[in-house]
């Protein structure tokens, strides 16, 4: 994976105001959104999820209706600025992980 990359990613349809693939700092006003209606939901019982690019995020929630729940997951990152998780305005759930982070 390269810079900014997402190793998986719940977007739950943010419409015109924002793309899923947005960068979880950036500012923008939601206004005609869809997220009222859509729904993502991502579930991971098992195995690894490993980034290795500058900004990176090993699991990103991304809308008011997007979920992730990892069980039994191994997160690791591998570069400056990457992190195991990010949500924006999202929902998490993680349960008996492993994180490791490599510089």
Same mark, same amino acid.
């Given at each position: 994976?390269?810079?900014?990359?997402?190793?998986? =990613?719940?977007?739950?349809?943010?419409?015109?105001?924002?793309?899923?693939?947005? /960068?979880?700092?950036?500012?923008?006003?939601?206004?005609?959104?869809?997220?009222?209606?859509?729904?993502?939901? =991502?579930?991971?019982?098992?195995?690894?999820?490993?980034?290795?690019?500058?900004?990176?995020?090993? /699991?990103? /929630?991304?809308?008011?209706? /997007?979920? #992730?729940? =990892?069980?039994?997951?191994? =997160?690791?990152?591998?570069?400056?600025?990457?992190?195991?998780?990010?949500?924006?305005?999202?929902? #998490?759930? #993680?349960?008996?992980?492993?994180?490791?982070?490599?510089?």
């Amino acid at each position: 994976m390269g810079k900014n990359a997402v190793g998986v =990613l719940a977007c739950s349809s943010p419409g015109e105001s924002r793309t899923c693939v947005d /960068a979880v700092d950036d500012e923008v006003c939601d206004s005609n959104s869809y997220e009222v209606i859509s729904r993502a939901d =991502l579930k991971m019982n098992g195995g690894s999820i490993t980034t290795n690019g500058i900004n990176s995020y090993g /699991a990103y /929630a991304n809308g008011k209706k /997007a979920y #992730i729940n =990892l069980d039994y997951v191994v =997160l690791e990152t591998v570069a400056d600025g990457s992190y195991a998780v990010a949500i924006r305005q999202g929902n #998490i759930d #993680i349960k008996k992980f492993y994180y490791n982070k490599w510089h």
